[in-house]
């Protein structure tokens, strides 16, 4: 079993960057895939970013693709998400989250932090 926590949320002008981190701890954070989702206001939980266990595999959502880099660091347990060039629909709870295999749906992952807060003003 693995804990999440996710930190580095916050408010940003359009067009600013901030960087995501999800710290890991209980099992290696190597045991697993890792992904961050995002879900807004009165909205579904949609995917934004995967990689696999050692990073030989990495998947975007469109709307994060030319913008967003997902990477992991399996020495520290933790996992980023640099987001560059934030508009404001990227406004959202941001999660990550663990699973045994890279997938784009929620159900494909077993384990999730608690989210951290993305606002992105125009």
């Known amino acids: 079993q693995v804990q999440l926590v996710e930190s580095g949320g916050g408010l940003v002008q359009a067009g600013g960057s901030l960087r995501l981190s999800c710290a890991a701890s209980?099992?290696?954070?190597?045991?697993?895939?890792m992904g961050w989702f995002r879900q807004a206001p009165g909205k579904e939980r949609e995917f934004v970013a995967a990689?696999?266990?050692?990073?030989?595999?990495?998947r975007y959502a469109d709307s994060a693709k030319g913008r967003f880099t997902i990477s992991r660091d399996n020495a520290r347990n933790t996992v980023y998400l640099q987001m560059n060039s934030l508009k404001p629909e990227d406004t959202a709870v941001y999660y990550c989250?663990?699973?045994?295999?890279?997938?784009?749906?929620?159900?494909?992952?077993?384990?999730w932090g608690q989210g951290t807060h993305v606002t992105v003003s125009s």
């Open positions: 990689i696999s266990r050692y990073s030989g595999t990495i």
């Open positions: 209980g099992r290696a954070l190597s045991s697993y895939t």
């Open positions: 989250a663990a699973g045994p295999l890279i997938g784009t749906t929620a159900p494909a992952y077993d384990y």
